[in-house]
């Protein structure tokens, strides 16, 4: 395993993340605790460098604009290194998906028979790794960084798409 070195601990990562609250909609309980753990665990660890930037560490605002998503990337404090607009298009069907699934798991823990339930977790780890690829690929010239990093990102990208 390649070990990160030191200034790249430093620089090439997020220090902190934000959810534009105009771009969110209504959320229950599940969505919300999905978004913290996103945001916790994205922070403990996570490689996020923007392409042909030395710097950092990084803020990130996630937001939507019209239909595209918005990568607001600042420098902790507050410097603006460049913001990404992508399509929300690639994300639709994917994300549309992954709240089916998400539904039918979070009522099948409170009910289902085991088997039930890791079938369905199956299914929601296989989406969630399909998005974070995709996650991965719409950024790939524009920020380095790794998969966990994109994972989390994607769950991010899913709740500002949830309305509740």
């Known amino acids: ?27 229950n309980d599940d969505v ?7 945001i916790y665990d994205l922070l403990q660890e996570n490689q996020f460098l923007p392409i042909d930037h030395q710097g950092g560490p990084y803020t990130l605002q996630l937001g939507i604009s019209g239909n595209r998503l918005v990568f607001d990337i600042r420098l902790t404090d507050g410097t603006p290194v460049v913001a990404h607009m ?20 979070y009522a099948a823990i409170r009910t289902a028979t085991p088997d039930r339930i890791e079938a369905l977790d199956m299914g929601r780890r296989s989406l969630h790794d399909e998005g974070s690829r995709l996650v991965m690929e719409r950024l790939k010239r ?23």
């Open 86 to 105: 992508l399509s929300l298009a690639p994300f639709s069907r994917i994300v549309k998906d992954y709240f089916v699934i998400c539904d039918s798991y």
């Open 32 to 38: 919300e605790h999905e978004r913290r753990i996103a």
């Open 142 to 164: 524009k920020v380095d960084l790794d998969f966990d990093t994109a994972r989390r990102l994607f769950t991010l990208i899913s709740v500002l798409h949830w309305k509740g």
């Open 1 to 27: 395993m390649a070990r990160k070195s030191p200034s790249r601990e430093k620089t090439g990562r997020l220090a902190a993340v934000t959810l534009d609250e105009a771009s969110l909609g209504s959320s």
